[in-house]
Protein backbone atom coordinates (compact mmCIF):
# COMPACT_ATOMS: atom_id res chain seq x y z
CA UNK A 1 0.00 0.00 0.00
CA UNK A 2 2.67 2.62 1.06
CA UNK A 3 4.78 1.53 -2.31
CA UNK A 4 1.19 2.29 -4.08
CA UNK A 5 0.60 5.87 -3.28
CA UNK A 6 4.40 6.68 -3.54
CA UNK A 7 3.66 5.65 -7.10
CA UNK A 8 0.78 7.55 -6.93
CA UNK A 9 2.32 10.90 -5.77
CA UNK A 10 5.16 10.52 -8.01
CA UNK A 11 3.09 9.96 -11.06
CA UNK A 12 0.62 12.96 -10.12
CA UNK A 13 3.86 15.09 -9.75
CA UNK A 14 5.77 13.95 -12.78
CA UNK A 15 2.09 15.34 -14.54
CA UNK A 16 2.42 18.30 -12.77
CA UNK A 17 6.02 18.96 -13.22
CA UNK A 18 8.77 18.94 -15.90
CA UNK A 19 11.06 17.90 -13.04
CA UNK A 20 11.58 18.31 -9.08
CA UNK A 21 13.93 20.95 -9.37
CA UNK A 22 10.52 22.87 -10.56
CA UNK A 23 8.87 22.75 -6.93
CA UNK A 24 7.83 25.64 -5.30
CA UNK A 25 9.82 26.13 -2.01
CA UNK A 26 8.69 27.12 1.15
CA UNK A 27 12.40 27.95 2.51
CA UNK A 28 14.99 26.54 5.04
CA UNK A 29 14.31 25.45 8.73
CA UNK A 30 16.32 25.32 11.29
CA UNK A 31 15.00 23.18 13.98
CA UNK A 32 16.87 24.15 17.21
CA UNK A 33 15.27 27.79 16.71
CA UNK A 34 12.11 26.66 15.05
CA UNK A 35 10.81 27.14 11.86
CA UNK A 36 7.58 27.16 9.66
CA UNK A 37 6.09 27.50 6.68
CA UNK A 38 3.04 27.49 4.31
CA UNK A 39 1.89 26.08 0.99
CA UNK A 40 -1.10 27.49 -0.41
CA UNK A 41 -2.70 25.88 -3.54
CA UNK A 42 -5.90 27.73 -5.01
CA UNK A 43 -7.70 24.29 -6.75
CA UNK A 44 -9.10 26.35 -9.80
CA UNK A 45 -6.16 27.99 -10.47
CA UNK A 46 -4.62 31.47 -9.84
CA UNK A 47 -5.96 32.74 -13.16
CA UNK A 48 -9.63 31.40 -12.54
CA UNK A 49 -10.48 31.08 -8.66
CA UNK A 50 -13.88 30.60 -8.87
CA UNK A 51 -14.60 26.63 -9.40
CA UNK A 52 -17.19 25.83 -11.92
CA UNK A 53 -20.69 23.67 -10.93
CA UNK A 54 -20.43 19.88 -10.96
CA UNK A 55 -16.98 19.64 -11.85
CA UNK A 56 -14.62 17.32 -10.52
CA UNK A 57 -10.87 19.28 -10.28
CA UNK A 58 -7.93 17.12 -10.25
CA UNK A 59 -5.09 18.18 -7.77
CA UNK A 60 -1.40 17.59 -8.04
CA UNK A 61 0.92 20.01 -6.95
CA UNK A 62 4.23 19.59 -4.91
CA UNK A 63 6.53 21.65 -2.96
CA UNK A 64 10.33 21.41 -1.40
CA UNK A 65 11.64 22.18 2.53
CA UNK A 66 15.04 22.41 3.37
CA UNK A 67 16.25 21.44 6.87
CA UNK A 68 19.47 22.93 7.98
CA UNK A 69 20.10 21.00 11.26
CA UNK A 70 20.27 17.78 13.25
CA UNK A 71 17.91 16.67 15.89
CA UNK A 72 14.80 18.06 14.38
CA UNK A 73 11.23 16.65 14.20
CA UNK A 74 8.56 17.57 11.85
CA UNK A 75 4.86 18.08 12.06
CA UNK A 76 2.64 18.51 8.95
CA UNK A 77 -0.49 19.74 9.40
CA UNK A 78 -3.18 20.54 6.69
CA UNK A 79 -6.50 22.90 6.47
CA UNK A 80 -8.78 23.52 3.67
CA UNK A 81 -11.54 26.23 3.02
CA UNK A 82 -14.29 26.32 0.13
CA UNK A 83 -16.77 29.42 0.52
CA UNK A 84 -20.71 28.64 1.02
CA UNK A 85 -22.50 26.03 1.89
CA UNK A 86 -22.58 22.21 0.45
CA UNK A 87 -20.64 23.89 -2.71
CA UNK A 88 -18.48 20.99 -2.91
CA UNK A 89 -15.97 18.52 -0.91
CA UNK A 90 -12.53 17.00 -1.32
CA UNK A 91 -11.78 13.32 -1.64
CA UNK A 92 -8.49 11.13 -1.96
CA UNK A 93 -6.43 13.44 -0.62
CA UNK A 94 -3.17 12.60 0.54
CA UNK A 95 0.07 13.51 0.64
CA UNK A 96 3.79 11.81 0.33
CA UNK A 97 7.05 13.66 2.16
CA UNK A 98 9.92 12.28 0.28
CA UNK A 99 13.77 12.92 0.10
CA UNK A 100 15.56 13.64 -3.23
CA UNK A 101 16.49 9.78 -3.79
CA UNK A 102 12.70 8.74 -3.82
CA UNK A 103 12.51 7.55 -0.44
CA UNK A 104 9.21 8.05 1.19
CA UNK A 105 9.27 9.28 4.97
CA UNK A 106 6.00 9.37 5.72
CA UNK A 107 2.86 9.45 3.96
CA UNK A 108 -1.13 9.99 4.82
CA UNK A 109 -4.77 11.41 3.84
CA UNK A 110 -6.71 14.15 5.28
CA UNK A 111 -10.46 15.60 5.13
CA UNK A 112 -11.59 18.68 5.44
CA UNK A 113 -9.76 20.82 7.60
CA UNK A 114 -7.91 18.16 9.54
CA UNK A 115 -4.80 17.76 10.86
CA UNK A 116 -2.13 15.27 10.05
CA UNK A 117 -0.15 13.71 13.26
CA UNK A 118 3.51 13.07 11.27
CA UNK A 119 5.76 14.13 13.96
CA UNK A 120 8.77 12.37 13.01
CA UNK A 121 12.51 12.84 13.50
CA UNK A 122 14.29 14.31 10.96
CA UNK A 123 17.82 14.85 9.10
CA UNK A 124 19.39 17.49 7.62
CA UNK A 125 18.48 17.71 3.59
CA UNK A 126 16.29 18.64 1.08
CA UNK A 127 12.38 16.84 1.49
CA UNK A 128 9.58 16.90 -1.41
CA UNK A 129 5.92 16.82 -0.34
CA UNK A 130 3.86 15.66 -3.20
CA UNK A 131 -0.05 16.55 -3.13
CA UNK A 132 -2.52 14.45 -4.47
CA UNK A 133 -6.34 14.28 -4.95
CA UNK A 134 -9.76 15.72 -5.85
CA UNK A 135 -12.37 18.48 -5.19
CA UNK A 136 -15.88 17.68 -6.31
CA UNK A 137 -17.54 21.06 -6.89
CA UNK A 138 -21.23 20.83 -6.23
CA UNK A 139 -22.27 24.92 -7.35
CA UNK A 140 -19.86 27.62 -8.59
CA UNK A 141 -17.56 28.28 -5.07
CA UNK A 142 -14.20 29.06 -4.75
CA UNK A 143 -11.69 26.21 -2.87
CA UNK A 144 -7.76 26.42 -1.87
CA UNK A 145 -5.90 24.55 0.81
CA UNK A 146 -3.05 24.86 2.74
CA UNK A 147 0.26 22.61 4.08
CA UNK A 148 2.07 23.72 7.04
CA UNK A 149 5.62 22.46 7.53
CA UNK A 150 6.84 22.90 11.32
CA UNK A 151 10.06 21.87 12.74
CA UNK A 152 11.28 21.90 16.13
CA UNK A 153 14.06 20.85 18.40
CA UNK A 154 13.48 17.01 19.52
CA UNK A 155 12.37 16.87 22.86
CA UNK A 156 14.85 15.95 25.58
CA UNK A 157 14.11 13.27 28.34
CA UNK A 158 12.57 14.21 31.40
CA UNK A 159 14.82 14.24 34.55
CA UNK A 160 13.07 11.52 36.10
CA UNK A 161 13.40 9.46 32.99
CA UNK A 162 16.94 9.52 33.11
CA UNK A 163 17.01 9.11 37.03
CA UNK A 164 15.25 5.82 36.44
CA UNK A 165 17.02 4.61 33.19
CA UNK A 166 20.41 4.98 35.97
CA UNK A 167 18.88 3.17 39.05
CA UNK A 168 17.98 0.14 36.59
CA UNK A 169 22.08 0.16 35.12
CA UNK A 170 23.13 0.46 38.72
CA UNK A 171 21.18 -2.48 39.28
CA UNK A 172 22.42 -4.62 37.01
CA UNK A 173 25.51 -3.93 37.78
CA UNK A 174 25.20 -4.68 41.10
CA UNK A 175 23.52 -7.79 39.93
CA UNK A 176 26.13 -9.22 38.22
CA UNK A 177 28.51 -7.97 41.05
CA UNK A 178 26.85 -10.54 43.27
CA UNK A 179 27.05 -12.99 40.60
CA UNK A 180 30.67 -12.91 40.30
Do not use: W
Not at 71 to 93: P, Q
Not at 110 to 127: E, H, M
Request: proline share 6%; net charge positive; with cysteine.
Amino acid sequence: MKKFYGALAALAFAASAPGVANAASIGNFDPLTGGSGTYTYQVCGNTKPVCAATTTYNIASSFEFVVVNNLGVLNVGASSSVSGENTGSFRDFRYSIQQPSGTEIAFGAFGNNSSIPADLGIAPGTYFVFITGFFDSVSTTSARYSIDITTAPRPTPEPGTLALLGLGLIGLGAARRRKA
